[in-house]
């Protein structure tokens, strides 16, 4: 039989082939992010790290090899609403989880049994489980105390972790997926188990023939500063060791710090090793990207002013970096506005997942800034929720602090250094020339101010307030207190 091609048959032959392809991709991508926890701006060689003890070695190659991005910012300054609004590629204020605890209860059964991400929100892995990926979570969770927040309702094939942080001088227990399998883990010990776990999970799906997607939630490098024996100096192992309270940030655990962004670096170098010689390097998208900024005095988020439980810069700005051989282009730095929410609608392009059009997502789809197509946000406005307040708004290179009270502030802000406590009036920060929120224009752009004010009302109107219930602010299904100063039940 003979088949003769003319120009319509070609052209429709190329439009075939092309619905075959993503961005080139003739199977499905793997998916990695690497979330890590409390690591500034500033934490990193290839962010470049004042403090000489920083070395990582492992993702400043990793950023050579694809982008680094310095205009990153997470959804909140602190752990929980980072985390769901990742998941979620929605603001946390939209997506439920605002606020959270650390697992201790000290908010009661009311808090912990109605504040958490709610299974009626849908999560990067279940618009993956569909189209035939094998996904996984190991790590910090952070989404809720209550079973019903766990993991595995949220579309994870498989959890191995802690769902929260470790507790100085303690242990915390492990589950595997909804059962504890580990009732006493010390934090050096979780480490490389997740490392492994990462490890494992890629073989598996090789093993399936399916693609994966993994979300590595580390510890590090948040507290308690307990370092490894292996990746401290003996001068800095002595620190550690003449702590009254090992691993308490007081009495030289900002000294241990560095010690910890060095281990993380090492456990990165191991998954990136493993994929290479897996040989599905070049079919893997990894991310890597912070929480929020630094636990401050550990870490740094130089040059910008404040760091976690904040609405400065330095507790939202963070370091990103995505790699993807042949796919990204190496040695990219980019200045673009962008959000961790941004990682969803990406993700979903990338994999070819259908979104409801009948859900709001804030998060944008970065895919030409990430190939290096274009180096401009999509994000018009951002806004700067610290619980259910609205704190901040930002425009471009304008960003606007809003006027406040202590009682407006969430439970975690109060009293901490560098942040607001009490503002009279509007602030007007261009960070273009003044990166560190130091110099008040408001007085000499006042036209700014009125056109940020617009949007903030709309933003209350939409997500709410610390006064004020949004019209698409999800409800915390029962829970009857004040998210941003729940009741504590022991000290």
């Known amino acids: 039989m003979k088949f003769i091609f003319n120009k319509t048959h070609l052209v429709f032959l190329a439009l075939l082939m092309l619905s075959l392809y993503v961005d080139g991709q003739d199977k499905k991508p793997n998916f990695l992010i690497i979330y890590v926890d409390d690591l500034g701006y500033n934490d990193l060689g290839c962010y470049g790290a004042k ?52 697992g201790s209860k000290v908010f009661g059964d009311n808090f912990d049994s109605n504040m958490g991400l709610q299974q009626s929100e849908i999560t990067i892995p279940e ?26 309702r949220h579309g994870f094939d498989e959890y191995y972790g802690s ?9 915390n227990p492990v589950l595997e997926g909804d059962s504890i399998v580990e009732p006493a883990m010390k934090y050096q010990d979780i480490h490389i188990k997740l490392t ?83 040989d599905i390097d070049k079919n893997t998208l990894v991310v890597l990207v912070s929480d929020n900024g630094p636990w401050l005095p550990a870490g740094s988020a130089w040059p910008l002013s404040g760091g976690k439980f904040n609405t400065f810069e330095g507790g ?42 009948n859900r709001k997502i804030d998060g944008m789809n970065i895919w ?33 602090h809003l006027p406040r009270e202590p009682n407006m502030k969430v439970y975690w802000a109060k009293g901490i250094e560098g942040g607001y406590q009490r503002l009279d009036k509007p602030t007007l920060f261009n960070l273009e020339n003044d990166i560190e929120e ?17 949007e903030v009302e709309k933003a209350r109107e939409e997500l709410g307030d610390w006064n004020r219930k ?15 100063n729940p009741e504590r039940i022991k000290k």
């Not at 051989?325 to 259908?354: N, W």
């Open 316 to 357: 939202h700005r963070v370091p990103s970096i995505a790699r993807w051989p042949d796919k990204i282009p190496a040695e990219q730095v980019s200045d673009a506005l962008c959000s961790t929410m941004d990682y969803f609608p990406t993700i979903a392009h990338l994999a070819g997942a259908r979104l409801s059009g």
């Open 196 to 278: 492994n776990r990462t490890i494992d999970f890629m073989k598996k799906s090789q093993e399936a023939d399916r693609p994966f997607f993994i979300y590595l939630s580390h510890y590090l490098c948040h507290g308690p500063w307990d370092p490894n024996r292996k990746f401290a100096t003996d001068e800095e192992w002595e620190v550690y060791q003449n702590q009254p309270i090992k691993g308490h940030l007081k009495d030289g655990g900002d000294k241990i710090y560095p010690v910890l962004v060095r281990e993380f670096d090492w456990h990165v170098g191991e998954v990136l090793k493993a994929l290479k010689e897996l």
């Open 368 to 400: 030409p800034i990430l190939k290096g197509d274009k180096n401009t946000s999509e994000h018009d406005i951002l806004y700067y929720y610290n619980g259910i307040t609205l704190e901040a708004i930002r425009d471009g290179n304008w960003k606007l």
């Open 163 to 171: 769902l929260f942080n470790f507790p100085i001088g303690g242990t």
């Open 51 to 102: 403090d000489t003890a920083i070395k990582s070695p492992n993702i400043d190659r990793m950023a050579a090899e694809g982008i680094r991005f310095t205009n990153w910012t997470s959804a909140c300054s602190t752990c929980a609403p980072s985390r769901a609004a990742l998941l979620t590629g929605r603001y946390p204020n939209r997506c439920g989880l605002p606020v959270g605890n650390n």
């Open 470 to 484: 949004g019209a698409d602010q999800k409800t915390f299904l029962n829970y009857s207190g004040n998210p941003n």
């Open 438 to 454: 130091q110099s008040d224009v408001a007085d000499r752009y006042p036209d700014v101010v009125e056109r940020l004010l617009k």
């Open 127 to 152: 618009i993956l489980k569909p189209l035939g990926y094998m996904t996984a979570m190991y790590g910090k969770a952070h989404l809720g105390a209550d079973v019903k927040f766990y993991p595995l």
